[in-house]
């Protein structure tokens, strides 16, 4: 596609609920980053994915968060029994083999809300 | 561990004035750095990239520099306008992992 795409673009959960968010990169980008905004602050790295080498997961804040990628397709995160700290804006970014000269490209992001 | 430290957090001008984003990294063994800019409840566009053997990208009224060696990016904004305010938001790319700063959030005023 044109761009990388997020969906949902908004989602609100109960407390305890699983959550799948999913990244749609653009095609042929080999690098996959999901990022954590919480309200007002920083990027929080979480997980990154490169073609079909193990991902490096030394971001994700605990075991309740994981994250799939088939070779360079769909990537989802997933959020089980969700709490209300893990409200945020959950962003997704995907970059060609030669990210040193295009740099990435980020999706518009998941709204999640805990309640 | 790569730091980036993007200064001041909050800058508030007038429409028309000319300005200064200032960003520092730790480590210079970098690929790229890129600029990008948020605006609230909104995703991240990237308006400039440096590559590590660049010193420097116009785009329109935005310039950025990167001094490698010193560890400093600067992203300046010619007659700012109301349409600029953002936060704005500096990210080196090394090894595998790009590392953002904390940001600038911009508010020009007319």
């Known amino acids: 596609g044109a761009g990388v795409s997020q969906s949902p673009s908004n989602k609100v959960t109960e407390k305890g609920k699983d959550v799948e968010l999913r990244c749609d990169p653009i095609?042929?980008?080999?690098?996959l980053y999901w990022y954590r905004q919480r309200l007002g602050q920083g990027l929080e790295f979480l997980i990154y994915?490169?073609?079909?080498?193990?991902?490096?997961k030394s971001g994700l804040p605990s075991d309740r968060f994981s994250a799939e990628r088939t070779g360079e397709s769909v990537s989802t995160l997933t959020i089980q029994r969700t709490q209300q700290e893990d409200s945020a804006v959950y962003l997704c970014?995907?970059?060609?083999?030669?990210?040193?000269?295009?740099?990435?490209?980020f999706g518009s992001g998941t709204r999640l809300t805990v309640v | 561990k790569q730091e980036v430290t993007q200064i001041p957090a909050a800058l508030s001008v007038p429409e028309g004035e000319n300005l200064v984003l200032n960003c520092s990294f730790t480590?210079?063994?970098?690929?790229?750095l890129q600029w990008f800019r948020q605006d609230p409840g909104k995703g991240l566009t990237s308006p400039l990239l440096?590559?590590?053997?660049?010193r420097e990208q116009t785009s329109g009224r935005l310039n950025a520099s990167l001094d490698k060696s010193s560890g400093r990016s600067t992203l300046y904004i010619a007659a700012s306008q109301p349409g600029d305010s953002a936060t704005y938001l500096c990210?080196?790319?090394?090894?595998?992992?790009?590392?953002f700063g904390g940001g600038t959030r911009l508010m020009v005023k007319p």
């Open positions: 994915f490169q073609g079909n080498s193990a991902p490096d």
């Open positions: 440096i590559q590590s053997s660049q």
């Open positions: 990210a080196v790319y090394a090894g595998n992992m790009l590392t």
């Open positions: 970014a995907s970059s060609p083999s030669n990210r040193a000269v295009y740099g990435y490209t």
């Open positions: 480590d210079s063994a970098i690929y790229n």
């Open positions: 095609s042929g980008h080999t690098a």
